[in-house]
């Protein structure tokens, strides 16, 4: 009896740290929010939430104010080489998954902003495989392009002001 006792609390010590993974793993599966929802983000484009502009918390306002400086950096610079659009690529996809990682958002304001994020994350991933700096800068311009859609869509708080003058 007294070795069985300890097996069981270590069984049921691997079977809660296992379980806890495995749901925090689905926090942010969009897939499973979403038919909780019945919304698809793949076919359906990011509208206002019934004429208002999504709620984004803090910390979400706070990385994509980073990812809108970056951008006004890279615009102000004079080199515009393939090296330095894959160095903006490099920053520019550690501050997503910055994003990312912090994000904490729930619910429909969480499904919108992947409608955001999920086209901003695949011109990103273009510009990596940017073949000439002239295709580089087409890529730049979708990125900011879709980067400018955060303020039409999103709440930005008084902090973030150069989200708005950005765009």
């Not at 501050?95 to 729930?106: F, G, V």
């Not at 969480?110 to 295709?135: D, M, N, Q, R, Y």
């Amino acid at each position: 009896m007294k070795k069985i006792l300890p097996l069981l609390l270590l069984n049921f010590t691997i079977w809660s740290c296992t379980w806890h993974k495995s749901t925090a793993n689905h926090i942010h599966d969009i897939p499973a929010e979403i038919n909780k929802g019945g919304i698809e983000t793949k076919e359906e484009k990011l509208v206002l939430n019934n004429g208002v502009k999504w709620k984004v918390d803090t910390v979400t306002n706070h990385n994509v104010h980073r990812i809108m400086g970056l951008l006004n950096k890279f615009d102000k610079i004079g080199d515009k080489s393939l090296p330095a659009y894959r160095a903006m690529h490099g920053e520019l996809q550690e501050r997503i998954d910055t994003l990312i990682a912090e994000c904490k958002m729930r619910g429909q304001d969480h499904i919108a902003l992947h409608k955001w994020l999920e086209p901003l994350i695949t011109e990103v991933a273009k510009l990596k495989e940017a073949p000439t700096a002239a295709g580089a800068a087409n890529v730049v311009n979708a990125i900011n392009q879709q980067a400018g859609l955060y303020v039409q869509y999103f709440q930005c708080s008084a902090n973030n002001v150069l989200i708005e003058k950005r765009f």
